[in-house]
C-alpha cells in the first residue's frame, strides 16, 4: 500500500480539504430566486446607498425640531403645528416644511426638504390642520439616514459565503437579479450487499432493508444538493466496476455505502486501488474507521477512461457510520468543492450525565440537546452507541465529540457537539 490508512481524524480532514480545494467547481451565473443555499463564487459590493434616502421610519408626522416648544415655557410642554401636506411612500413630492409647519408621513416615504425630525402618531392630537405635539420626539428621532446601512462602495458579500436569505435579501436591495455561485456538485449513491432489500418487498432469513440510501439521500438533500440514487450493487467485482465506471464519468462525486473494510466481499478497495490513487483508507474514527476517499487515474492524468473524473468517497455499511462519516468528512468534501469558506457550526455543551471511553479512536458519541433557564446547552448521551443502532440516532439530535484516548468524562463537563 501507498497511501496514508489508519490515520487520525485530523489527518484525514487535511487531505479532504486539500483534494476538494485541487477539484473546486466552476461559477455559473444563476437568478437570484435559485441562488438560495448557493456558495457565493464573486465578492460583491454596494452599487447604491441604502437607503437611497432619508425616509421615515414611523407612520407619524414630519416636522422641524427646532419648532417644537422649549421645556419650561409651556406648562404642558406642548406645541402645536400647521398640518402642510402629506407624504406617502413610493413618491418624492416636492413639499417642503418651514417654520411652524409639519407633514403627514408614512414609514418609508422621503422627508420632506426643512424637516429633521418625525413625530409618532400616537403621540399627537389632530384638529383640521393644527396638529399637537403631545410628547415632543428627540433631534432626529424616527428618521433613516441615507447610506446609514450600506454606502456604495461597501463590502457587503465575500466570496465563500452561504447565501442565506438574509444575504440574497441584501443583493436584492440593491437591484441585483443574477449572482455569480459555485456550481454545486453532482452526487451519485450508492448501497452495497447482497443481504439489501428494497423497503416494501418481503424480507428472507438474513436480510436487511436498505437504510442507508434513505438516510444519505436525505442527508444530501438537506444539504441542498439534488443526489442521484443509483440501483444496489450486488456482492460481484465486475458488476461493482461497470456501475462505479458508468456513475465516475458522469458525477462529480460518488458515494458508496458499504463494502469498503477488509471482508472477502469487500471489492471496493481493490478496485479502487487498482484503477486510481487512494488518498486514505481507514481513519481512527468511531464509529467509521472503514472510509475511503479515491479518486481514478484519468482524472488524476485528465485523460478519459478509467473511472471518470468523478471523487469516491467510499463509507462504511453499518447505518450510524453512514451518519457520522457524512456528517464529517463527506459533508467537508462537498463544502470545498464548492469553496466554502465558512466552517460548520460546532457547539458546546455540558454533559448531563457522565460517560467512560474505552478505546482509542476518536469517537462521534449519539446525544440528545437541551437547554435550561439559564441559557447552558446540555446534552444526553445515549448508552446505545452501537455503530448498527439507528434507533439511538433517530432519538438523538447531535453527535458529541470525545477526543483521542481512553477518557472518563464527568457529568457536567464541557464537549464539543456537532447538531444534526
Known amino acids: 500500500m501507498n497511501f496514508p490508512t489508519r ?32 456558495v457565493l463564487a464573486q465578492a460583491l459590493d454596494a452599487e447604491i446607498d441604502q437607503p437611497g434616502f432619508d425616509n421615515s421610519a414611523m407612520d407619524g408626522f414630519a416636522l422641524r425640531h427646532a419648532d417644537l416648544q422649549p421645556p419650561g415655557l409651556d406648562p404642558a410642554g406642548e406645541t402645536t403645528l400647521r398640518l402642510v401636506g402629506e407624504q406617502f411612500a413610493g413618491t418624492a413630492l416636492d413639499l417642503r416644511i418651514g417654520p411652524g409647519e409639519c407633514a403627514r408621513i408614512t414609514t ?59 444575504r440574497i435579501a441584501l443583493a436584492a436591495g440593491q437591484g441585483m437579479d443574477r449572482i455569480e455561485v459555485v456550481r454545486r456538485p453532482t452526487v451519485a449513491v450508492f448501497t452495497t450487499g447482497d443481504e439489501l432489500v428494497e423497503p416494501g418487498l418481503p424480507l428472507r432469513p438474513g436480510e436487511l432493508y436498505d437504510s442507508n440510501r434513505e438516510l444519505l439521500m436525505g442527508l444530501l438533500r438537506a444539504d441542498g444538493l439534488e443526489p442521484v440514487a443509483w440501483p444496489r450493487l450486488p456482492d460481484e467485482p465486475e458488476a461493482v466496476a461497470s ?27 481493490a478496485l479502487l486501488q487498482a484503477e486510481g490513487r487512494v488518498h486514505f483508507w ?59 469558506a465558512e466552517p460548520r457550526p460546532r457547539l458546546r455543551a455540558r454533559l448531563r450525565t457522565g460517560w467512560r471511553k474505552t478505546h482509542e479512536r476518536l469517537e462521534f458519541l449519539r446525544g440528545l440537546l437541551s437547554c435550561d433557564e439559564d441559557g447552558q446547552l446540555w446534552v444526553e448521551p445515549n448508552p446505545a452507541d452501537g455503530s448498527h443502532r439507528m434507533r439511538a440516532a433517530a432519538d438523538s439530535d447531535a453527535l458529541i465529540v470525545l477526543g483521542e484516548g481512553e477518557r472518563t468524562l464527568e457529568a457536567g463537563g464541557v464537549v464539543d457537539v456537532l447538531a444534526y
Request: include cysteine; aromatic fraction near 2%; charged fraction near 20%.
Open 108 to 166: 418609508g416615504a422621503p422627508l420632506p426638504a426643512g424637516a429633521d425630525t418625525v413625530v409618532m402618531k400616537e403621540n399627537t392630537s389632530l384638529d383640521g390642520d393644527r396638529v399637537r405635539i403631545l410628547s415632543a420626539p428627540k433631534p432626529g428621532q424616527h428618521v433613516r439616514r441615507a447610506g446609514e446601512d450600506v454606502r456604495v462602495g461597501d463590502a457587503l458579500l465575500t466570496a465563500g459565503q452561504r447565501l442565506t436569505p438574509s
Open 243 to 269: 456501475a462505479l465506471r458508468h456513475a465516475g464519468h458522469a458525477f462529480d462525486v460518488v458515494l458508496t455505502c458499504g463494502g469498503v473494510s477488509a471482508g472477502e466481499k469487500d471489492h471496493l478497495p
Open 282 to 340: 481507514k481513519v481512527r474514527m468511531k464509529p467509521g474507521m472503514p472510509l475511503l476517499l479515491a479518486e481514478s487515474h484519468s482524472a488524476l492524468e485528465g485523460g478519459a477512461g478509467g473511472l471518470g473524473e468523478a471523487l469516491f468517497l467510499c463509507l462504511p455499511g453499518n447505518p450510524v457510520s453512514v451518519l457520522a462519516t457524512y456528517l464529517t468528512l463527506g459533508r467537508a468534501l462537498l463544502d470545498g468543492l464548492q469553496g466554502r
Open 7 to 38: 490515520i487520525g481524524f485530523d489527518e484525514a480532514q487535511t487531505i479532504v480539504a486539500r483534494v476538494a480545494a485541487g477539484r473546486r467547481l466552476p461559477a455559473e451565473r444563476v437568478a437570484l430566486a435559485k441562488a438560495h443555499g448557493r
